[in-house]
T-cell receptor
Framework: KAGVTQTPRYLIKTRGQQVTLSCSPI?????VSWYQQTPGQGLQFLFE???????NKGNFPGRFSGRQFSNSRSEMNVSTLELGDSALYLC???????????????FGPGTRLTVL | AQKITQTQPGMFVQEKEAVTLDCTYD???????LFWYKQPSSGEMIFLIY??????QNATEGRYSLNFQKARKSANLVISASQLGDSAMYFC??????????????FGKGITLSVRP
């Protein structure tokens, strides 16, 4: 089974631009979550998509948005980039299944975004 | 209050020895899951072990075991027979609510582990 893939792996943008990151989950997984990792704030949850619907959202400004397609692939978009948006963006895929059962989350390699 | 607390500074361990990485958590939800991830310098988050709040036994996965003390709200990771490749950042994380409610993980600040030859 192929793992979680994220593209691009590295990205350099300038302030004010916008960026779109992509995440392809493990085949059969319907949940995709996005996280931002910075040295100062650590790992912070951005949002989760399950079956094309946003199921949960973290405390980030509206410049951060996402969507999920029918094949479970997900994109996140950041508009009007700021220097503080420089971070490693990780996505995680899981089955999102119900019940009190084991719910492993597999992470992709991340996209390292640098805003100049 | 922080939901996941990892207070140890950088940890050092001699190769082939065991090491314990501490994690305490805070939740009022009776249903939750606890995860440990390893993040090498490459940046990828590697899943190590999972413990559900209703699990009766401590989780084990190869050289990794989780010392789950529910009353103390602690979920310490034990790595036995440390290897040089274990040098990395280790994160404890929690998902609240039953699986399926959501997949949001709350992470601790992480602990840097260095294995000495």
């Amino acid at each position: 089974k192929a793992g979680v893939t994220q593209t691009p792996r590295y990205l350099i943008k300038t302030r004010g631009q916008q960026v779109t990151l992509s995440c392809s989950p493990i085949s059969g997984h319907r949940s995709v979550s996005w996280y931002q990792q910075t040295p100062g704030q650590g790992l912070q949850f951005l949002f989760e998509y399950f079956s094309e619907t946003q199921r949960n959202k973290g405390n980030f400004p509206g410049r951060f948005s996402g969507r999920q397609f029918s094949n479970s692939r997900s994109e996140m978009n950041v508009s009007t980039l700021e220097l503080g948006d420089s971070a490693l963006y990780l996505c995680a895929s899981s089955s999102g299944a119900g019940g009190l059962s084991y719910n492993e989350q597999f992470f992709g390699p991340g996209t390292r975004l640098t805003v100049l | 209050a922080q939901k996941i607390t990892q207070t140890q500074p950088g940890m050092f361990v001699q190769e082939k020895e065991a090491v314990t990485l501490d994690c305490t958590y805070d939740t009022s939800d009776p249903s939750y899951g606890l995860f440990w991830y390893k993040q090498p310098s490459s940046g990828e988050m590697i899943f190590l072990i999972y413990q559900g709040s209703y699990d009766q036994q401590n989780a084990t996965e190869g050289r990794y075991s989780l010392n789950f003390q529910k009353a103390r709200k602690s979920a310490n990771l034990v790595i036995s027979a440390s290897q040089l490749g274990d040098s990395a950042m280790y994160f404890c994380a929690m998902r609240e609510g039953g699986a399926g409610a959501n997949s949001k993980l709350t992470f601790g600040k992480g602990i840097t582990l260095s294995v000495r030859p």
